[in-house]
């Protein structure tokens, strides 16, 4: 059968996991694009239903699935050319923890394109583990997207600030400010938390005070600041590969 209302009850379900309070009622999140798609199901996340457009011919690997008619697809949909299939995935849960490796904690980063693009950064560097405090949204369509499947192979967990400097307590914070000590020539501990602020506001004042150590990238005279997610890319990989060499 094909759906064609965008009034159905299931376009309906589907189309509010692109705000925050569908997400949050359902316990899922849209992945669309057949990439993510298998990158999804590699991962192991757990696929609660498939939606394909009328026309698609892909592989639905025996998932449950829907098809809509293309205007009910376009309006389940956040792309403005979807690709034909989207899946609703379960939000996984991970409690709060203390980190078994470096770690990053994001600290109001309110882009959900730059909260993506350090998950995606993080988890290619060996940084699975991310606590997030009032942060972007990391499962709505444009992090999603922006993570390019990073999303499905983190550790992301989210609370508020005091719940997760308690988790962290006895790691080293490194707080990324630009009156920290050059990276280039720091040599890190063998465990570590990251610290990235807020795009326009910086660190708040209770992961400046509990940090141990801040961390800034050399600039050009004519160079103020980097975007947040550029900044996180460098120091992982400068901090990671300084701890390697022993600098």
């Given at each position: 059968m094909v759906i064609l209302s965008k009034q159905n009850p299931v376009v309906k379900e589907l189309s509010s996991l692109k705000e925050k309070k569908g997400r949050k009622a359902r316990g899922t999140f849209l992945v669309e694009g057949e990439k993510m798609l298998r990158e999804c199901l590699q991962s192991g996340m757990e696929i609660v239903r498939l939606a394909v457009r009328e026309d698609y011919g892909g592989e639905?690997?025996?998932?449950?699935t829907v098809t809509l008619g293309k205007d009910a697809f376009g309006a389940v949909c956040d792309e403005k050319?979807?690709?034909?299939?989207?899946?609703?995935?379960?939000?996984?849960?991970?409690?709060l923890a203390a980190p078994e490796r470096s770690c990053l904690l994001l600290d109001g980063v309110s882009d959900p394109?730059?909260?993506g693009a350090i998950v995606r950064t993080a988890v290619a560097a060996g940084y699975g583990e991310l606590y997030l405090a009032d942060c972007a949204d990391p499962y709505s369509p444009?992090?999603?997207r922006a993570s390019m499947s990073?999303?499905?192979f983190a550790k992301l967990m989210q609370g508020g600030r005091e719940e997760i400097l308690a988790a962290l307590q006895g790691v080293p914070l490194l707080a990324?400010?630009?009156d920290g000590e050059d990276v280039?020539?720091?040599s890190p501990p063998d465990l570590f938390c990251l610290c990235i602020g807020n795009e326009g506001n910086g660190l708040s004042e209770e992961v400046r005070r509990a940090a141990s150590k801040a961390v800034r990238i050399p600039m050009g005279e004519h160079t103020e600041s980097l975007n947040a997610a550029v900044s996180a890319?460098?120091?992982?990989?400068f901090l990671k590969k300084n701890k390697e060499k022993g600098i």
């Open positions: 639905t690997y025996s998932l449950p050319t979807p690709q034909g299939v989207a899946a609703e995935v379960k939000i996984p849960s991970f409690p394109a730059n909260v444009k992090s999603v990073g999303v499905f990324a400010d630009m280039f020539g720091y890319g460098v120091l992982m990989y």
